[in-house]
């Protein structure tokens, strides 16, 4: 199984520069999110959506968009990227039957914005 | 929704159980204790989650008091590969109000030493 699959792993941008982060699960998970952690720090919150064609934001959502017109796929756009948006970003997906309501995680994708 | 208190770092020794403690105090009704463990480099992983009383499962335990106030992961006699950060989670179990913007704080950073 693959889980959740984030690409691309490394990514070095200029600033102003946009980008999409390519976030993918194939375990039929309704819920789907983006956080990002910078060094350290725990995770924040950026977006979630809890099923195709629904989105909100997290804690800290400036700068970044997103969409979700598939179950599988939850891109993460950076429209123009600044230095502060320098970090690792992860996403995570969460089954909606689940007992436990457990967030799975990708590997994460290290972006720096020079 | 709920914050989470945690101790920014401990120290421990191979063989010791390791009990790292989060205070709650503004848990609502809904919310459940949530656990992970994050490895450098890695996304965080699921270890434990429970709603009251004591939790047990092949890695760790869980400990919730009768207010639900804090709560406490046990890690029994630990190994050097359980160092890593650890991050306590309270939030609504399923997709509904708070169960959707799971927030992370700092966690705890384990140094388990031989």
């Given at each position: 199984n693959a889980g959740v699959t984030q690409t691309p792993k490394f990514q070095v941008l200029k600033t102003g520069q946009s980008m999409t982060l390519q976030c993918a699960q194939?375990?039929?998970?309704e819920y789907m999110s983006w956080y990002r952690q910078d060094p350290g720090m725990g995770l924040r919150l950026i977006h979630y959506s809890v099923g195709a064609g629904i989105t909100d934001q997290g804690e800290v959502p400036n700068g970044y968009n997103v969409s979700r017109s598939t179950t599988e796929d939850f891109p993460l756009r950076l429209l123009s990227a600044a230095p502060s948006q320098t970090s690792v970003y992860f996403c995570a997906s969460r089954d909606?039957?689940?007992?436990?309501?457990e967030l799975f995680f990708g590997e994460g994708s290290r972006l720096t914005v020079l | 929704l709920a914050k989470t208190t945690q101790p920014i770092s401990m120290d421990s020794y191979e063989g010791q159980e390791v009990n790292i403690t989060c205070s709650h105090?503004?848990?609502?009704?809904n919310d459940y204790i949530t656990w992970y463990q994050q490895f450098p480099s890695q996304g965080p992983r699921f270890i434990i989650q429970g709603y009251k009383t004591k939790v047990t499962n092949e890695v760790a335990s869980l400990f919730i008091p009768a207010d639900r106030k804090s709560s406490t992961l046990s890690l029994p006699?630990?190994?050097?590969?359980?160092?890593a950060v650890y991050y306590c989670l309270v939030g609504e179990g399923g997709l509904t109000g708070g169960g959707n913007k799971l927030t992370f704080g700092t966690g705890t950073q384990l140094k388990v030493e031989l």
């Open positions: 194939d375990m039929n998970h909606r039957g689940g007992n436990t309501g | 105090n503004n848990i609502a009704t006699r630990v190994s050097l590969s359980d160092t």
